[in-house]
T-cell receptor, first 116, second 114 residues
């Protein structure tokens, strides 16, 4: 079974600065999908960014980018120019490929605070 | 609606009572998931529905938990004889069941069992 580990329960960053959230996972599969979800106080999980394991290029979405190290099974999220609205819980998630592999396995999350 | 809708938003109940939580997925999404989020924990998979196939109930923690999905759309999660350890946020999500499988979540139902 796959496991996802987020080793930082809490992080803080100054507004406009850059922060990196860590995620490692354990799998024996060669192809899979990785996601970062954001959960603000409204509780609704929102997809931030996703990465397909067969793609070597790191995914980027505006101020959000990932550092995907497949051999190390590491998938960190970098938030640049942090904004107050970035304060939230961030969850890393793993999904196996294929139509029958529908579950996302989540880490326990990192609570990000943004200091004005 | 435009997004996944869940009700009630908050529910306080007494130990031993039954509760029902409702999820209305995004129109056209064939897959529907229930997750449980306990305080300070990640998301725990509960159950998955895909079209008319038999649901995957492998994540349900006990036989007090059950769920159904009517007409391939609305789903109800039922917890019988609630216990204090059932207190959590119950999140529903829906998706097209194809790669890469982005899930769209509702705002969850916060259940408090006194």
């Amino acid at each position: 079974a796959q496991t996802v580990t987020q080793s930082q329960p809490e992080m803080s960053v100054q507004e406009a600065e850059t922060v990196t959230l860590s995620c490692t996972y354990d799998t024996s599969e060669s192809d899979y999908y990785l996601f970062w979800y954001k959960q603000p106080p409204s509780r609704q999980m929102i997809l931030v960014i996703r990465q397909e394991a067969y793609k070597q290029q790191n995914a980027t979405e505006n101020r959000f980018s990932v550092n995907f190290q497949k051999a190390a099974k590491s998938f960190s999220l970098k938030i640049s120019d942090s904004q107050l609205g970035d304060a939230a819980m961030y969850f890393c998630a793993y999904r196996s490929p294929g139509a029958g592999s529908y579950q996302l396995t989540f880490g326990k999350g990192t609570k990000l605070s943004v200091i004005p | 609606g435009a997004g996944v809708s869940q009700s009630p938003s908050n529910k306080v109940t007494e130990k031993g009572k039954d509760v029902e939580l409702r999820c209305d997925p995004i129109s056209g999404h064939t897959a529907l998931y229930w997750y449980r989020q306990s305080l300070g924990q990640g998301l725990e998979f509960l159950i998955y529905f895909q079209g008319n196939s038999a649901p995957d109930k492998s994540g349900l923690p006990s036989d007090r938990f059950s769920a159904e999905r009517t007409g391939g759309s609305v789903s109800t999660l039922t917890i019988q004889r609630t216990q204090q350890e059932d207190s959590a946020v119950y999140l529903c999500a829906s998706s097209y069941n194809r790669a890469p499988g982005e899930l769209f979540f509702g705002e969850g139902s916060r259940l408090t069992v006194l």
